[in-house]
């Protein structure tokens, strides 16, 4: 298919060319090349044998799909009609509608042309069905970009539970507990969500016992529900800390939020350390808006949390 113009009017042009039978007078439908005949009316030219028909003498060209010849065609002729489509003005894409670098045409409705203007650098193009065009900019997201919740860390002092409130409509929450102690020997170090004191936590994972000496009993499985999860556990030394680390996902939905959990229990000296190390879920259908550090038995009475959250 070719395209040309008649004056100011764009059109579409092709050339419908046929070795008709004897007797034919009627030429529509496709030619021998499977071109179909269309054209405006009055913008068509018809050779036959390679002469130039006369318009109104030679054919009549009425309908815009059919060419009539007055005298019906022999054997051996053929028949080749210059066929032009007029466009009409307002179905034509002008250079004006690109107003800038970049700029993309883009529907917003059948047969309805809008313009979409150009994005900033690194912008993605993404389907957008509550934008006029359909088409949208978007951003690359970045990541997971952490911020700290509770700036310069919360002090575990004072109290068997400190907690962190102020949590919403994040979807990651990383906890990070440093030094965690008590002036009570042989406690653990455990942390909660939403005050939640119901058997909810789902954790599995591994518990290592270094005392002075290994043997099998050092190495144990845990597995199943509990109403907090372990971070370690303090021995009898003064000097014995807790830290560890939480990693929540699913926070702000109404599912199960899963998370990975470690923590070492150290005695000092390089003795009777222990560390645990579990995966698992909190099956709440509430989001979170808190989380706990806890003392099983006697105050804490030193080290930090740090809560960070993610959107």
């Known amino acids: 298919m070719a395209t040309g113009r008649i004056g100011v009017t764009p059109t579409l042009g092709v050339r419908w060319s046929k070795a008709p039978t004897g007797g034919t007078t009627a030429l529509s439908g496709l030619d021998d090349s499977s071109v179909s005949l269309v054209y405006s009316v009055g913008y ?3 050779y036959r044998n390679g002469v130039l028909l006369s318009r109104g003498n030679d054919y009549t060209a009425t309908t815009g799909t059919t060419v009539t010849l007055t005298e019906a065609t022999i054997a051996g002729d053929l028949i080749e009609i210059f066929a032009q489509q007029l466009v009409p003005l307002t179905d034509a894409i002008s250079k004006g509608q690109f107003t800038a670098k970049g700029t993309l045409l883009s529907a917003t409705a059948a047969s309805t042309p809008g313009v979409l203007a150009v994005g900033t650098n690194g912008q993605y193009l993404s389907a957008d069905s509550t934008a006029s065009t359909g088409l949208a900019w978007a951003t690359v997201s970045a990541g997971a ?5 509770n700036s310069g860390g919360t002090a575990l002092t004072g109290a068997t539970t400190v907690t962190v409130s102020g949590i919403s409509g994040k979807d990651k929450i990383m906890i990070l507990v440093e030094g965690a102690s008590s002036a009570t020997s042989n406690i ?3 942390w909660r969500l939403n005050a939640d004191t119901g058997s909810n ?3 599995y994972g591994i518990q290592l016992n270094s005392p002075t000496a290994y043997s099998s009993s050092s190495l144990s499985a845990y597995g199943g529900s509990t109403d907090r999860v372990r971070l370690g556990t303090m021995g009898t030394n003064a000097a014995a800390t807790v830290s560890g680390y939480v990693l929540l996902t699913g926070c702000n939905s109404s599912g199960v939020k899963s998370f990975q959990s470690a923590g070492a ?8 350390q222990v560390m645990y190390h579990f995966g698992g879920y909190y099956d709440s259908a509430t989001t979170i808006s808190s989380i706990s550090i806890v003392s099983n038995s006697g ?3 030193a080290g930090t949390v740090f809560v960070y959250t993610s959107a």
Not at 265 to 272: A, F, H, K, P, S
């Open 201 to 203: 936590y789902y954790r």
């Open 299 to 301: 105050n804490l009475d």
């Open 44 to 46: 068509e030219q018809v």
């Open 188 to 190: 653990d170090i455990n």
């Open 145 to 149: 970009n952490w911020s700290l919740l």
């Open 265 to 272: 229990g150290i005695e000092g000296g390089g003795v009777n």
